[in-house]
C-alpha cells in the first residue's frame, strides 16, 4: 500500500490526548517500527491493523515504555513521556492490557485487583472501584477469590481489562483482547468496549479481527513492515479495496 495523505483531525482546534512524532523501535539488529506518527484525541477509539509482525504491539509498548523507542517523540496531553519509567507512564493516566493477558495466576481475581490499583492511595476509592469492575464484569464478581488461573480464557481477558481499569486511566492501551477467544465471548468484550468508551476512556485498540476492529473504531491506522501505510476515518478504511484484499479476507 501506498502511504495516504495525513487524516484531517477530529476537530482542529484541539490538541491530541497523545501524539506519536517519527517514532523507531529497533530490537537488536531489527527495525520493528520505522518513523511512524499518530495522534489520539481524547474520547476516541483507534484501531491499529496489519499483519502479524507489523509492529502494533511494538507500539504499544513503546507508548508504555516497556520497549525504549530508538528515535522520535511520544507526547501525552502535551508532556513528552520517551524517557520516564513505566509506572510514571501509568500514574499520569495510561493503562496497558496486553497482548496473553499477563495476570498473576496464582493470585486470586481480587489480588490481581488490587495490584492493578498500585500507583494509587486512596484506599477508600480502590475498593469503591473494585466493586465497579464487578459490576461490569459480573462473571469476576463470581470467582473474586478463585486463583486468576483457573478461569477460562475469556474470563482472564476480562482480569486483564479490568486490572487495567483499577489505575483510572484516560487513554487505554488494549492489545489483542480477542485473541483465542470463542465468538460469543468475543462479542461480549467488544461490548466492553464500547461501554469504556461511553465512559469517556480513550482507547488505542490492536487487533487481529481487523473488521471488528474497524467497527468499533473511530479512526484507524495500518501497519506493514513496521511503516503506517493508510490511515482514515474506520468507516472509509472498512470500504477501502487494499484493506478488503488485505485484511478483510
Known amino acids: 500500500m501506498e502511504r495516504s495523505a495525513p487524516n484531517l483531525k477530529p476537530m482542529e482546534n484541539s490538541l491530541p490526548l497523545l ?14 517500527l520505522q518513523a511512524i506518527d499518530l495522534e489520539i484525541y481524547a474520547g476516541e477509539v483507534i484501531t491499529l491493523i496489519g499483519a502479524n509482525g507489523a509492529g ?11 520497549v525504549a523507542p530508538r528515535s522520535g517523540q511520544i507526547f501525552y ?9 513505566a509506572h510514571q507512564i501509568v500514574q499520569m493516566g495510561i493503562a496497558h492490557s496486553p497482548e496473553g493477558r499477563r495476570i498473576l495466576a496464582r493470585q486470586t481475581v481480587l489480588d490481581n485487583l488490587i495490584l492493578g490499583a498500585y500507583s494509587r492511595t486512596d484506599r477508600l476509592g480502590i475498593k469503591s472501584d473494585i466493586e465497579a469492575q464487578f459490576l461490569t464484569f459480573p462473571r469476576l464478581a463470581e470467582r473474586r477469590h478463585q486463583a486468576a488461573g483457573t478461569l477460562s480464557g475469556g474470563e482472564q481477558q476480562m482480569l486483564a481489562i479490568a486490572r487495567a481499569l483499577m489505575s483510572r486511566p484516560k487513554l487505554l492501551l488494549l492489545d489483542e483482547p480477542s485473541l483465542g477467544l470463542a465468538p460469543a465471548i468475543v462479542r461480549e468484550i467488544f461490548t466492553i468496549i464500547q461501554t469504556l468508551r461511553a465512559t469517556g476512556v480513550t482507547i488505542l485498540l490492536v487487533e487481529q479481527n481487523a473488521n471488528l476492529a474497524l467497527q468499533s473504531a473511530d479512526r484507524g491506522y495500518v501497519l506493514e513492515a513496521g511503516r503506517i501505510t493508510l490511515q482514515g476515518q474506520a468507516a472509509t478504511l472498512l470500504r477501502d479495496e487494499r484493506v478488503k484484499q488485505a485484511y478483510l479476507g
Open 19 to 32: 501524539e506519536i512524532k517519527q517514532l523507531s523501535v529497533n530490537y537488536g539488529g531489527i527495525q520493528a
Open 56 to 66: 502494533k504491539s511494538t507500539t504499544l509498548r513503546a507508548i508504555s515504555r516497556i
Open 77 to 85: 496531553n502535551g508532556q513528552l513521556i520517551n524517557r520516564l519509567p
